[in-house]
């Protein structure tokens, strides 16, 4: 049934697409009727997900596609959890998308609904393929509706520029899931994945299986060093759209990365493992340092976004190397650890995104450098936005703690792995976990603190006005998904539960009970989010009560102090740049750095520093340049003339009768 | 685990740490004015402080948003949970299994992050000076902190703290070679995370050397009172957990309340040694350049990860 229900959804959201055209310019109807219609469809998908979590497999052939080759489609509980991530973000996402439509902004309101929902329901179609040829449509599919989404606002040329980047490496990365897929099927011919689960594949051709899954994905997912296409495209977009890229379709890449690794490959060898945690703890140092010192909000929070997805595949390398062992309460360990963050990831990354967009629309303003106190003026946003900071820096009791805290276990866990070296290692590479959550818990102060506190930086903001009803509904959503996904792990975790045993044969287990989140063993590890809001929150009101009770409630407003000094501006605070000065400064040799600074004589100073990515410098434009050169030579092959090309023509012709013959 | 006996023990010993934190700040300045040549203030100062804070009235910034007034409070709030998770008189104490080792290092972290937000919201220069060094000081000291803590968790098999105490207390009187490394880390690491000499100077009066006092110069009244008590429980709280992995030796096990009137006299000699012990480092040092402090910190951070590396190489 599940199955079904999938299917309806999907086609509702098609559905819908069409209905966008048909109504183009009629924002009334895209806005009020279209999206949340789409929304009440994705709690649809989210139910349908939850309950293929906990029930069987089921699977379908649809007969579309080509002749003799139709569309495989199965769901089980791997496929059941990225849906209900799907269904229940993206609910959150179309209700704020039904207030956050503008006349006269990028594409006409009924093309975006188009795109928008055609991009919906070809993630759900990726999660349910089974098998390559079905899974490469529908993956095509998400990464062209993503682009046309990402050049909404296609009249801008830097616009074009970040949809052509995002377009190229999306395609570099599918080229390699497509030779993945080749070697899958281990020469039988029979591309569906029920087929490719019975091959075994000798370990060297496990490993190219592994290299290009991990590419191919890693490209998707954004991964170091294919990540250059999310900082430019994921602000390009607008906002509910640069929410959905970053808080799911970001998933269906983990997504592709768990069902190849963990399902579709018979062939494990332990130093995989190794691999995907040593790019996963680069992608997310890398990520979160270069978020550091961003200036403009949505750029920081796509680098954050590489952050993230960086803890995700350290999780799911250390599951990679456990399982290889056949230490699989510890691989469900990691594996639980890294699906509740990619869970956590949509919840918050969306919400912030969101966020974004509503300051981005009463302020007209994405450069942290002009905002400010914008807590006074749109406090909704800004309360609910503080949820979101605090769940993605990583702090108790919100939800991107428990994932933290369970990736931590995962790598405490690590002694008594065969491998010596593992042993000592991996517990000091936790060492570079901490540093990156740690540093994330930087970068949303610098996010929260630059946009919604202190004085407004200028003279416009006095008028920005707080959200409207549909958008504060759609981060209402997103901020309780927030919390409860913070205070109820156990619950989470028995969701998650089904996928574990789904793919490791084992689940993780609670050992204690529902209030204590208690892996393997309570004596080992305990958190309780409810106790420790509980203990918080009593002393919060007991602390109120008895200084009111033993004092005074008075309060006198005054300007504020400064250590007395009067003349200060709002210019005095923090800028984004200085306040990512102290990151610039101890992690110098990431950044290729360009500072430019007035000489104390000059009557008209002006300082610039500019921070770009080494590996943009390093990798990419050589890259470009070699492409570059390679065309220019054949370039030399068209003269323009008719003659020449008949002369080809021969010249072929003659080989290919000699080749024959 | 939930017993009517252990949630008494847990509130004793929540009260205790709740009142006496302020006794060992006077503590430490009176031991350091002894050891710089001065009259030494008398031992209840702070409390004088604190009553003379709560009586007055808060003078808010015109631009103060809710989020300014109720940190006080969260910030309050946390560091009595973290005063009544680490295991001071007792090891089996019902919230120990509320928060671990790691959930602890949170703990403070959410502190940290409430703090500097309340520090940008005024919009001063030196509020937003201070949350930016705060939160750099946070994420240098944040993983040296979890290394050391990480490296007595390798030690006992376990996060939980009253496990780690219960564990090492437990271990014959031997000296583990990581334990001394990984316990030079935390002495650096928690002067850095108490805003001490030589990263910060609590007495200072030049804003511009600030840290935590510039994060509190818009505070008046009871939000200050209550800030200043938080930060005296942070220092309890670290005292506890240094005196708890360290020296764990005299912590009651088993909830009996002999034990605890037995380990209050232990644990009160231990924390008046500690706190001449930090008077010293903060009379014998010198206040570092803020660039001074990453180096300062990841050494503190190098030598956590030698003492894990230590743990694997030797013990075990």
């Known amino acids: 049934m599940p199955l079904q229900t999938v299917l309806a959804v999907i086609v509702l959201w098609l559905a819908i697409a069409l209905l966008g055209i048909a109504f183009a310019r009629n924002l009334r109807i895209v806005a009020k009727i279209l999206f949340p219609l789409g929304a009440a469809g994705a709690l649809v998908l989210a139910a349908a997900g939850f309950a293929a979590t906990l029930g069987g497999t089921a699977s379908l052939v649809l007969p579309l596609g080509l002749p003799d080759l139709p569309f495989h489609l199965r769901i089980d509980a791997l496929s059941g959890f990225f849906l209900l991530l799907l269904g229940s973000v993206s609910a959150g996402v179309s209700v704020f998308a039904s207030g956050y439509l503008r006349p006269g902004e990028g594409n006409a309101p009924g093309l975006q609904c188009l795109y928008y929902h055609v991009f919906l329901a070809s993630m759900a179609l990726v999660l349910v393929a089974n098998d390559a040829y079905a899974f490469m449509v529908f993956w095509e599919t998400m990464a062209l509706s993503s682009y046309f989404l990402v050049v909404s606002d296609h009249a801008k040329a830097e616009i074009r520029s970040a949809g052509f980047l995002y377009i190229l490496i999306a395609h570099v990365g599918a080229v390699a899931i497509l030779l993945c897929f080749g070697v899958l099927q281990g020469g039988t011919g029979d591309y569906s994945f029920d087929a490719m689960r019975k091959v075994a594949l000798t370990p060297f051709w496990g490993t190219i299986a592994f290299a290009l899954a991990l590419a191919g994905f890693g490209a998707k997912a954004g991964i170091v060093p294919l990540h250059v296409w999310l900082p430019e495209a994921h602000p390009a977009a607008p906002s509910p759209a640069s929410a959905l890229m970053s808080a799911v379709m970001l998933k269906t890449a983990v997504y592709g990365f768990l069902r190849v690794m963990f399902d579709l490959m018979g062939t494990q060898i332990w130093w995989w493992g190794v691999i995907v945690l040593a790019v996963g703890l680069a992608t997310a140092l890398y990520g979160v340092i270069f978020s550091a010192v961003q200036s403009d909000m949505k750029r920081l929070l796509a680098w954050s976004s590489i952050e993230n997805i960086g803890f995700i595949f350290a999780g799911a390398g250390l599951a990679i190397t456990f399982r290889a062992y056949e230490m699989r309460s510890l691989a469900a360990l990691a594996l639980t650890a890294m699906l509740y963050h990619s869970l956590n990831h949509g919840f918050f990354k969306s919400l912030l995104f969101l966020a974004t967009g509503s300051v981005l629309h009463a302020t007209r303003e994405r450069s942290l450098g002009k905002l400010g106190g914008l807590i006074h003026r749109m406090p909704w946003v800004a309360w609910l936005a503080l949820v979101g900071t605090l769940a993605i820096a990583g702090v108790p009791p919100l939800n991107g703690f428990v994932s933290e805290w369970l990736l931590l276990q995962a790598f405490l866990f690590t002694p008594g792995l065969p491998q010596n070296y593992l042993n000592m290692f991996i517990p000091v590479a936790t060492a570079v976990v901490v540093l990156a959550a740690a540093l994330a818990g930087y970068v949303m102060v610098k996010f929260y603190g630059v946009v919604f506190l202190g004085r407004p930086r200028e003279e416009k903001l006095v008028d920005a006005h707080d959200a409207g009803p549909w958008e504060k509904a759609g981060l209402l959503w997103l901020a309780a998904g927030c919390v409860i996904l913070g205070l109820l792990p156990v619950s989470v975790i028995d969701v998650i539960d089904q996928v574990n045993r789904q793919l490791l044969g084992q689940g993780l287990g609670n050992s204690s009970n529902w209030l204590f989140l208690a892996p393997i063993k309570p004596e080992r590890s305990s958190y309780s989010p409810l106790l420790f809001l509980a203990v918080v929150a009593l002393v919060v009101l007991a602390t109120w009560y008895l200084v009111r009770h033993f004092y005074h409630g008075r309060v006198r407003r005054g300007p504020a102090w400064d250590c007395g000094f009067p003349f200060q501006t709002a210019r005095m605070q923090d800028s984004a740049e200085g306040f990512g000065q102290p990151v610039r400064q101890v992690f110098e040799p990431f950044f290729r750095m360009r500072r430019e600074l007035p000489s104390p004589e000059d009557r008209a100073p002006r300082y610039r520093v500019t921070v770009e990515d080494h590996l943009w410098h390093w990798l990419y434009l050589p890259i470009g340049r070699v492409t570059e050169f390679a065309s220019t030579l054949v370039n030399k092959l068209q003269q323009g003339r008719i003659s020449v090309y008949l002369l080809y023509s021969f010249l072929t012709l003659i080989v290919l009768l000699f080749l024959v013959r | ?316």
Not at chain 2, 11 to 38: D, H, I, S
Request: proline share 5%; hydrophobic share 60%; charged share 10%.
């Open chain 2, 1 to 316: 685990m939930l017993t009517i006996a252990g949630i008494a023990a847990q509130l004793t010993e929540l009260m205790l740490a709740v009142l006496l934190a302020p006794l060992f700040t006077g503590w430490v300045n009176m031991c350091r004015a002894w050891m710089q040549n001065k009259s030494a203030p008398p031992l209840l100062t702070p409390y004088r402080v604190l009553l003379k804070l709560f009586n007055k009235e808060p003078v808010l910034a015109q631009n103060a948003s809710p989020l300014f007034r109720i940190t006080p409070y969260i910030i309050f709030g946390c560091m009595c949970l973290a005063a009544a998770i680490v295991p001071t008189l007792d090891i089996n104490l019902p919230f120990n299994a509320a928060a671990d080792a790691i959930a602890l290092v949170g703990l403070f972290a959410l502190a940290r992050v409430f703090m500097s937000l309340a520090a940008m919201d005024i919009g001063t220069a030196f509020g937003t000076l201070g949350a930016r060094r705060e939160m750099m000081i946070g994420f240098l000291a944040e993983p040296a902190l979890l290394m050391v803590l990480f490296t007595a968790s390798l030690i006992s098999g376990s996060t939980s703290l009253s496990s780690i105490v219960g564990q090492l207390g437990r271990m014959e009187l031997m000296i583990y070679p990581s334990l001394a490394f990984a316990g030079v880390a935390f002495t650096m690491v928690s002067l850095a995370e108490n805003a001490r000499i030589p990263v910060d100077n609590p007495a200072t009066h030049l804003e511009l050397t600030m840290i935590h006092e510039a994060m509190l110069l818009e505070y008046s009244g009871r939000h200050l009172a209550l800030m200043e008590w938080a930060a005296s429980l942070k220092l309890f709280a670290y005292s506890c957990i240094g005196i708890a992995l360290f020296v764990p030796f005299g912590i009651a096990d088993g909830g009996n309340w002999l034990g605890i009137l037995i380990s209050l006299p232990v644990l009160a000699v231990k924390l008046a040694a500690g706190g001449f012990l930090l008077a010293l480092i903060e009379s014998v040092s010198a206040k570092m350049r803020i660039f001074r402090a990453p180096e300062f910190l990841g050494t503190a951070f190098l030598l956590a990860v030698l003492a894990m590396l230590i743990h694997f190489l030797l013990e075990s």
